[in-house]
């Protein structure tokens, strides 16, 4: 690579391009010195193998993944948080292999909370799924590129999305803990709150939830019930664990009525369900012709705690909603730590010159 990093800006991009180290936008020259101070915030040794990453099976080792976020534009002190990433999609139950090969438009979505989250700007308030706020978009590029050169899941080749999704480039979003009227994702998850977490779910892109007159429980359930019976959504045949994400306003007025993070899960497990009727006219009935014999209305997902619930954005009366590959992955939080398995507190205690 030394004498690809010798090329000017422009043709080093068309390099990249060409063999295939790219997602189709610039790259930041990933030069011995810029990989060595993301590696000053790492505490493990630069080639210690980590796991191999599917569908190719590539070697995992913090260097490699260190190059992969220079590349994206990650500052150093980001790459706690993108290793965290990786060894939770490394994990069995995530089904990497599944998420990465798919005809499905699924990409993993990384959700970061705690205080972390917070010392690194990562947004949640304003646009957090969208542009704008480098922390989200580079570390969620991080974390694709490195799908990419590590995993090998190149579009077309080992990654068969039929038609992919713009959440492919980037999908890294912070849960607006101080707005939230419940318990924060990582502490329903069976963190303390002053631990900094991430969770990876294999999911579709946001699906806007848009409720501008209700200011009861009672309305925002309504439209609940009827944007989440998505007949072309995996949920709908596989269940899975799909993502609430609440704005806000929404969370605020349910939570004025009583409506706890359980109490909605048990909503969305008993009220949210396909008709056989309906089901079996159409989407993928045709694939499973027998797999609920035994229900006349089907959930979308097979117990009420498989529902994740998260508070994000700002102001205004829209949620979303994030549906997944189905019960083929499954969640997985891995709490932000040092190489001995203590907490890690702030990147700052974590940081050690080379």
């Known amino acids: 690579m030394s004498d690809v990093l010798r090329l000017d800006a422009e043709r080093l991009d068309d390099e990249f391009e060409a063999r295939g180290w790219s997602d189709g936008l610039p790259v930041v020259a990933p030069t011995r010195a810029r990989v060595d101070a993301m590696l000053c ?100 590029r991080a974390i694709r590129l490195i799908l990419l050169n590590v995993g090998g899941a190149a579009p077309g080749i080992l990654d068969r999305s039929t038609q992919g999704q713009p959440a492919k480039y980037s999908y890294c979003v912070a849960e607006n803990e101080a707005e939230s009227p419940w318990e ?23 699906h806007n939830l848009n409720d501008h007159v209700s200011d009861r429980a009672a309305g925002i359930l309504a439209m609940l019930k009827g944007a989440l019976t998505d007949m072309g959504s995996n949920n709908a045949y596989l269940y899975g664990q799909p993502t609430i994400a609440f704005g806000p306003e929404h969370a605020a007025i349910l939570a004025a009525d009583g409506w706890s993070k359980t109490a909605l899960k048990r909503f969305v497990f008993e009220e949210v369900r396909l008709p056989r009727a309906l089901w079996s006219q159409g989407g993928m009935a045709g694939m499973f012709p027998d797999l609920f014999p035994e229900l006349d209305e089907k959930p979308i997902i097979k117990q009420p705690d498989d529902l994740l619930i998260i508070v994000v954005g700002g102001f205004g009366r829209h949620s979303c909603w994030l549906p997944t590959f189905g019960d083929t992955t499954r969640a997985v939080t891995r709490r932000i730590e040092r190489a001995d398995g203590t907490p890690l507190r702030s ?8």
Do not use: K, W
């Not at 990147?347 to 080379?354: A, E, S």
């Open 41 to 140: 915030y790492c505490d493990r040794e630069p080639h210690a193998e980590l796991g191999t990453m599917p569908p190719r099976h590539g070697i995992v080792t913090p260097e490699i993944l260190a190059v992969n976020a220079v590349m994206a534009g990650c500052r150093p002190e980001y790459f706690p948080v993108v290793l965290a990433a990786v060894e939770a999609m490394l994990t069995p139950a995530f089904n990497l292999f599944a998420v990465q090969a798919t005809t499905h438009p699924c990409a993993p979505c990384v959700v970061v909370n705690g205080p972390i989250a917070r010392e690194l700007g990562i947004n949640a308030r304003y646009g957090a799924f969208g542009p704008g706020v480098r922390a989200n978009a580079t570390i969620g």
């Open 184 to 206: 924060p994702l990582h502490v329903e998850r069976g963190f303390a709150l002053d631990d900094s977490t991430v969770t990876v779910t294999g999911a579709d892109g946001p």
């Open 347 to 354: 990147v700052r205690d974590l940081y050690r010159p080379m």
